[in-house]
């Protein structure tokens, strides 16, 4: 189903879709396409006889799967995502590796897990992998044109995007790296601060902080505008070699700010629905598994957190509508037949469930992360094998017919793309810095501390899929818990086995 003649396939797709100011050059560029495409193939046969396809890899900034259409959202429409993963495969169960920007975003770039590189904070993981070559260098030292726009690697929002800088980027990874900055929460209109600000007299304020703003102008006004635009003109130029274009947008991450247009099908906001609030929902959760945000620290009552639902929704709106141009850029470039693109987030993140809010905790909503991958000719299909972030580097270098390094701690996932059905882990892993988690099929495991002394959290998830019963404690489950803790201390272990050199 994948293997297709590439060389058939390449030109016809040039042909097909050649604009009209290139046909009337008649047979000379027809030929100048043959010979392009004929040496991209032979490149290709000479690793494992696949096509050479470009990929484009699209990164949501804090966006959970909960508040996509295609994932059974019912108020907020996505429907750019919605029509890649009408023609992918929808993973119903992706994990990160880190529930937040700056370990998860290192893990799946360099192919190991935050425990092995060290990368826990918001550094680079260059240091930590030496000149081994990261996902999108590993695609670059295979002859093709590497470029990210915007946030890849960590940057901080909104502080990052207002300068325009870096963050922790790796140069080594890009041909070119082109930054978006835009306003955030300093775009003019109408905001409102949500967290810490029961009485409403604070301005609206920068940082990692809930703020509404519902903005004048056009998408072009903020960060991801510049960036759709910017991937859309990437995509566009015609160039000798394949690409891998990274293409990052910031929302839904805070400041939740949007113009104005992207708003109405969430407003009143007091026709947000919030999750069902469970009395003494945190009497059996350790102290540790509390969430970093609650409804009760950032002191918003329940005005201000259908507020933020609402708001978050309009960022993912506005998201939605920017991947929709770059999709749109890659079919009016003829390339949606020899492009693999992927959709995913790096992290989920908490709209109010057991009144958290934001990523870090090790909860579903939090660990989950939406995932998308279509490949050319692959026939569209939902999987629901438990997979990882960390999947994607071998599983790209292997479609596009690169080497997988031996050393890289994820899964070759690509045989579910042919067979949906089949599931490539038993268990999925991801950590926050305090605490891990083991994902079966039908239990979440969650340990606090190396030796679970901070807690335990287990959830049956076949029973209790919100989890709102933490069973650690309950006798009867004991023997479960006694094998997680086995399984978690072997996990650690094979985590912390690899070539890097760090214990
Ligand atoms: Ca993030």
Redesign the pocket.
Known sequence: MLRKDWNVMSINAEQDDLPARRVRMGSLLVIAVMLVAGIRTTEARDAKEQPQYNVLFIIS??LTATALSCYGNTVCSTPNIDRLAARGTRFTRAYCQGT??GP??ASFLTGYYPHATGVLGYNSPREAIGDRATWPQHFKNHGYYTARVSKIYHMG?PGGIEAGTDGADDPASWTERFNSPGPEWKAPGDGETLEGNPDGSKPVVGGNTFVVVEADGDDMVHSDGKTAAKACELIAQQRDKPFFLGVGFVRP?VPFVAPRSYYEPFLPYSSMTLPEKIEGDWNDIPKAGINYKTSLNMKMDERRQRKAVGGYYASVAFMDAQVGKVLDALKDAGLEDETIVIFT???GYHLGEHDFWA?VSLHEESALVPLIIHVPGQEPAVCRSLVELIDLYPTVASLCGLEVPERLQGEDISPLLEDPTASVRDAAFSVNGRGFLLREDGWAYIQYGEEAERGIELFDMKNDPRQYTNLAENPEYAAVVKTFREKMAARLKAVRTNDLGRH
């Open positions: 900034d804090d937040y920007c998860s975003r929002v991450h987030s790096d992290h990523k």
